[in-house]
């Protein structure tokens, strides 16, 4: 069993920056991705940014220039460097684990970390 532990969250000002970051506990295995994904209240949930064990990275086009991702395979840990943040970033942002098994997927998600971007 894996387990997401996130932390960074916090409030900032518009046009300020946070670095969140996700620890995985627990067999990480095989092709995998981590990432972050955020939800606002009633929306679903919505990619920000992914990478694969491999390097390969992924964003939303909203955060593409701002948010970057990157990862420490060693200490199975994403972190999420957010710059240049807007009011419209104000929501709570999940960790994920994807990985690809042989016979079947995993995915896994933290709890949550609340992000409020004060104007």
């Known amino acids: 069993q894996v387990q997401l532990v996130e932390s960074g969250g916090g409030l900032v000002q518009a046009g300020g920056s946070l670095r969140l970051s996700c620890a995985a506990s627990g067999s990480i295995f095989g092709f995998n991705t981590m990432g972050w994904y955020r939800q606002a209240p009633g929306k679903q949930r919505e990619l920000v940014a992914t990478?694969?064990?491999?390097?390969?990275?992924n964003y939303a086009g909203s955060v593409k220039g701002r948010f970057t991702i990157s990862r420490d395979n060693a200490k199975n840990a994403v972190y999420l460097q957010m710059n240049s943040l807007k009011t419209d970033d104000t929501v709570v942002y999940y960790c994920?684990?994807?990985?690809?098994?042989?016979?079947?997927?995993?995915?896994?998600w933290g709890q949550g970390t609340q992000v409020t971007v004060s104007s």
């Open positions: 990478c694969t064990n491999d390097g390969s990275t």
């Open positions: 994920n684990l994807f990985m690809l098994g042989l016979a079947r997927k995993y995915d896994y």
